[in-house]
């Protein structure tokens, strides 16, 4: 028998379809009235397709974990499908994103979506409308768009757009990526230009010990949001000297187990080992001083996403996880050892 909420999902992702297209057709308009509420169409659209997307995993994962008759109502206890908005509570477009990415760690950062909240939150709290950031919190939303989709097989991202929008949004994702493309060559070009002004009056000798030691110092930034951050020298493509490549290490789902044995043949102990992706995120060079995000990093020759020739053994919290062990499990080990 279907559960009441089963159609949940479908209702959220209508719900967002209507006012992305709402957004997409009235973010150029002349009315200031007319673009508030594109704003808020946007963040609408942003947040009913993340929680369409949760809700298709489970209904029940929507609701606030601090409502315990929140999580009741839209579990599958419920079986008479009522539910009362004055006392349900739900999570908040973050936290659902957050969940998101706990089902599909390739999810990327929320850094377009984030934009979008903030382009609706202006609109919504002082009926602020900038025309270019709406503008550019629509592309923003088209990408986001895509990605989302790309989570539940059952959402079709061409219906969600309809015939008529699919075009305008097809056309402002090219115009991003060509932005995109524009930027990463001005970038280049500047921290080209940039490293020739370097130590003009310094002997050749003098010159190359100087930018080893540049090349020397460690990466800045950081690159927060994954888990598995990591960074390797590259040579920049920029100046030619060595940089850093920041990447995400993201686990597969091929998990092996390796025993060890002792001499009488007994297992001792057991590895367990996986195969690992590594997914570019930003670049930087501490002698031109380059910079670059993820979406342009990925632009650059020679830099893609790779899998590591080798499996590597899970440690730390991965491994915990893998066995099941929580938090509870370990404080009660270290009591009773």
Known sequence: MAHPFDSLPARLWEASASSARYAVSHYADADNQVLIRAALSLGHAAEQLIMACVASVDPALLADGKFPAARYAL???????TLDIHTLRTITWG?????????????????DIKFVMETRNAAAH???????????AVVKL????????S???TF???DYWGPTHLSVVTGLRDARAD???????????????????????????????????MEARKPSRTVSGRDGDAWEPQECPACGRLGYLHYALENQEDFEEIPD??????????????SVEWIPLAFECPVCGLDLEEDEVVLVDGIETFLAEEKVPLEDDALRSYWGYDEDYERDFERWK
């Not at 002082?126 to 550019?136: F, G, K, M, N, Q």
């Open 75 to 81: 579990s599958k206890g419920n079986v008479s499908g």
């Open 151 to 153: 989570l539940v097989p």
């Open 261 to 274: 044995h002792d001499k009488y043949g007994n297992v001792e102990n057991v590895h367990v080992v996986v």
């Open 142 to 149: 088209a990408h986001a768009v895509g990605q989302l989709h």
């Open 95 to 111: 936290e659902g994103y957050t969940l998101l990415r706990q089902i599909d760690p390739k999810l990327k950062e929320p850094t």
């Open 126 to 136: 002082i009926a602020l409308v900038d025309p270019a950031d709406l503008a550019d």
């Open 156 to 158: 079709v991202e061409n």
């Open 179 to 213: 932005k995109v493309k524009m930027e990463l060559n001005a970038k280049l070009l500047a921290a080209t230009e940039y490293f020739g002004t370097l130590f003009p009056s310094m002997s050749a000798a003098d010159r190359e010990t100087v930018l080893v030691t």
